[in-house]
């Protein structure tokens, strides 16, 4: 039987204009403006392109949310290009929990409550995130400018029209502006953007011992895929027939959340 | 040298003769399965849980002995990495065959082996919306890869659990029966050794010796039914005799390999 295509291959010129407009619309209607990177594929494809549209330079602060918990190869990635793409860095240290069993129930609490350090710190009224719809069904309701209130709440089914091209900057007071320039993108459109523009990537991407990462977040919230993909063609062969989706390796603590209160109200507990 | 031998396993959490039975000619497709192999009752001895039930069908060990009771230990949710158990279709793919799991609730979200299947709800569908979606989804799934010819196809749908806590003693619970049953239809065309199997029966609230949910549940919606140690087998085309829920672990083994103790060569 013909294996299907999972994902539909998009022209990658008009992906790329398309997240130059998000990107470049972002700069001129906010004062100031931060870029998270968390040294993943689409973290870093992401301020690939926001070097690009500026013609080599970074004109906003980089912030790197640092738990203690991510992985050697990803400081290195961090330190490494930090200075070769000249970047004006801030690490923002996140609450350090020792244990790693207790660090992943509370990952995703911990980073969210640095980011609100690093909003507030900087008072940046917008921010750079280099999220895409198709990685997960929570994020399929986002929008290009997607306002968080000033509790960092998402109200999704109150956010601006987003019609004819046209993003709406308006923000209530205390809230900020999460940009997503990527959000059009699948996995497969970053790793052929990645082979076509050679933008460099973790080495942890690739296969060693019939393992590899296809997500990359903290060690003890991550796990290794089966893959035999060892460089970027192999990955986007692998991804075209692909069964396992991308988090395959991850329960987002969000979820494992969702499950443990609906079993409680259920009475399993 | 592996034999090529295509096998389909389909569980229907908590489905019960109670209602089959009485309603048999509602079924035809598993009206025809009856006819066409042996079906009988497995008695569960211990609990009727699903979580201990599923690991116990698919790993050829009791409850006991592989002591997996809960979605939640110690305030943890638990992932398949934490049940340190060897189930068929992991010994079954290191030898060569081509086996895939899907939804199966001894984990939450459940488990799938060798594919990916986003289970609706993470396996926890209260809704008719959500459990005609799972329906649909497991069904398509299921589809997709049969279309692949594996060797062994092990697939569970929830809903009817979900159906019978809410409606029991209503026709609503035989209404999703029949539209279970248009599912297996289009399931076992592709096959010829089925097994259609419960983890455990069903009854009424009251008569319950264990109660798995509280009485008013999600939206004050009031309990109805709670599980029976009575659970269903139908076996077509399998050369082995199924007394207990983990013979099914050995049913499959001895169709791929003639031997009971599932072990590697």
Same mark, same amino acid.
């Given at each position: 039987?013909?294996?299907?295509?999972?994902?539909?291959?998009?022209?990658?010129?008009?992906?790329?204009?398309?997240?130059?407009?998000?990107?470049?619309?972002?700069?001129?209607?906010?004062?100031?403006?931060?870029?998270?990177?968390?040294?993943?594929?689409?973290?870093?494809?992401?301020?690939?392109? +926001?070097? #690009? =549209?500026?013609?080599?330079?970074? *004109?906003? &602060?980089?912030?790197?949310?640092?738990?203690?918990? !991510?992985?050697?190869?990803?400081?290195?990635?961090?330190?490494?290009?930090?200075?070769?793409?000249?970047?004006?860095?801030? +690490?923002? #240290? =996140?609450?350090?929990?020792?244990? *790693?069993? &207790?660090?992943?129930?509370?990952?995703?609490?911990? !980073?969210?409550?640095?980011?609100?350090?690093?909003?507030?710190?900087?008072?940046?009224?917008?921010?750079?995130?280099?999220?895409?719809?198709?990685?997960?069904?929570?994020?399929?309701?986002?929008?290009?400018?997607?306002?968080?209130?000033?509790?960092?709440?998402?109200?999704?089914?109150?956010?601006?029209?987003?019609?004819?091209?046209?993003?709406?900057?308006?923000?209530?007071?205390?809230?900020?502006?999460?940009?997503?320039?990527?959000?059009?993108?699948?996995?497969?459109?970053?790793?052929?953007?990645?082979?076509?523009?050679?933008?460099?990537?973790?080495?942890?991407?690739?296969?060693?011992?019939?393992?590899?990462?296809?997500?990359?977040?903290?060690?003890?919230?991550?796990?290794?895929?089966?893959?035999?993909?060892?460089?970027?063609?192999?990955?986007?062969?692998?991804?075209?027939?692909?069964?396992?989706?991308?988090?395959?390796?991850?329960?987002?603590?969000?979820?494992?959340?969702?499950?443990?209160?609906?079993?409680?109200?259920?009475?399993?507990? | 040298?592996?034999?090529?031998?295509?096998?389909?396993?389909?569980?229907?959490?908590?489905?019960?003769?109670?209602?089959?039975?009485?309603?048999?000619?509602?079924?035809?497709?598993?009206?025809?399965?009856?006819?066409?192999?042996?079906?009988?009752?497995?008695?569960?001895?211990?609990?009727?849980?699903?979580?201990?039930?599923?690991?116990?069908?698919?790993?050829?060990?009791?409850?006991?002995?592989?002591?997996?009771?809960?979605?939640?230990?110690?305030?943890?949710?638990?992932?398949?990495?934490?049940?340190?158990?060897?189930?068929?279709?992991?010994?079954?793919?290191?030898?060569?065959?081509?086996?895939?799991?899907?939804?199966?609730?001894?984990?939450?979200?459940?488990?799938?082996?060798?594919?990916?299947?986003?289970?609706?709800?993470?396996?926890?569908?209260?809704?008719?919306?959500?459990?005609?979606?799972?329906?649909?989804?497991?069904?398509?799934?299921?589809?997709?890869?049969?279309?692949?010819?594996?060797?062994?196809?092990?697939?569970?749908?929830?809903?009817?659990?979900?159906?019978?806590?809410?409606?029991?003693?209503?026709?609503?619970?035989?209404?999703?029966?029949?539209?279970?049953?248009?599912?297996?239809?289009?399931?076992?065309?592709?096959?010829?050794?089925?097994?259609?199997?419960?983890?455990?029966?069903?009854?009424?609230?009251?008569?319950?010796?264990?109660?798995?949910?509280?009485?008013?549940?999600?939206?004050?919606?009031?309990?109805?039914?709670?599980?029976?140690?009575?659970?269903?087998?139908?076996?077509?085309?399998?050369?082995?005799?199924?007394?207990?829920?983990?013979?099914?672990?050995?049913?499959?083994?001895?169709?791929?390999?003639?031997?009971?103790?599932?072990?590697?060569?």
């Amino acid at each position: 039987m013909e294996q299907k295509n999972k994902f539909v291959e998009m022209n990658l010129d008009e992906l790329e204009n398309n997240s130059f407009y998000v990107i470049r619309e972002a700069a001129a209607q906010f004062k100031n403006v931060g870029i998270l990177w968390s040294m993943g594929k689409d973290a870093t494809v992401m301020l690939w392109m +926001i070097r #690009k =549209a500026f013609l080599g330079k970074v *004109p906003f &602060k980089v912030i790197h949310v640092d738990t203690g918990h !991510k992985f050697p190869e990803m400081y290195e990635t961090r330190d490494k290009y930090a200075k070769e793409w000249n970047l004006n860095l801030d +690490i923002e #240290k =996140a609450e350090y929990v020792a244990d *790693p069993e &207790k660090h992943r129930e509370r990952c995703g609490e911990i !980073k969210a409550n640095a980011v609100k350090e690093a909003v507030s710190k900087h008072k940046f009224d917008a921010i750079f995130v280099g999220i895409r719809r198709d990685e997960h069904v929570l994020r399929t309701k986002e929008r290009y400018y997607s306002p968080r209130d000033k509790n960092f709440q998402w109200d999704y089914q109150n956010q601006p029209a987003e019609m004819w091209g046209i993003l709406n900057n308006i923000l209530e007071e205390g809230e900020h502006m999460r940009i997503h320039p990527l959000l059009d993108w699948n996995e497969l459109d970053i790793w052929r953007y990645i082979k076509k523009e050679s933008i460099p990537v973790n080495s942890l991407y690739f296969s060693k011992s019939g393992n590899r990462y296809r997500s990359l977040g903290c060690v003890p919230c991550t796990k290794p895929v089966p893959s035999n993909a060892s460089n970027v063609d192999e990955i986007i062969d692998e991804l075209k027939t692909t069964e396992f989706s991308e988090r395959s390796g991850r329960l987002s603590a969000r979820e494992q959340t969702y499950i443990m209160q609906k079993l409680r109200a259920l009475g399993y507990f | 040298m592996v034999t090529l031998i295509k096998m389909l396993v389909i569980g229907l959490d908590g489905a019960t003769w109670k209602v089959i039975k009485d309603n048999i000619n509602e079924f035809p497709t598993i009206k025809k399965l009856m006819n066409e192999g042996y079906h009988k009752t497995i008695t569960v001895r211990g609990k009727p849980l699903s979580v201990p039930l599923w690991c116990t069908i698919f790993s050829g060990k009791k409850p006991e002995e592989h002591g997996h009771e809960e979605f939640v230990v110690n305030g943890k949710l638990l992932h398949r990495d934490d049940i340190n158990l060897d189930f068929i279709w992991d010994i079954l793919n290191k030898q060569g065959y081509k086996a895939f799991a899907i939804n199966i609730p001894f984990v939450l979200p459940p488990y799938n082996f060798n594919t990916q299947f986003d289970a609706i709800s993470y396996g926890l569908p209260e809704t008719e919306e959500e459990w005609e979606k799972e329906l649909w989804s497991v069904t398509e799934k299921a589809k997709d890869l049969l279309q692949t010819k594996p060797d062994l196809l092990c697939v569970v749908y929830t809903l009817l659990d979900r159906v019978q806590h809410y409606y029991w003693g209503s026709s609503e619970v035989v209404r999703w029966y029949k539209k279970i049953d248009d599912s297996i239809k289009e399931l076992i065309q592709f096959d010829n050794k089925i097994i259609l199997l419960s983890d455990h029966g069903f009854c009424s609230f009251g008569e319950a010796k264990i109660k798995t949910l509280k009485k008013a549940n999600i939206d004050g919606r009031e309990v109805k039914g709670d599980h029976h140690e009575e659970a269903i087998l139908i076996a077509k085309n399998i050369n082995y005799d199924i007394k207990n829920p983990e013979d099914i672990f050995y049913a499959i083994m001895n169709e791929f390999n003639g031997n009971k103790n599932g072990t590697e060569e």
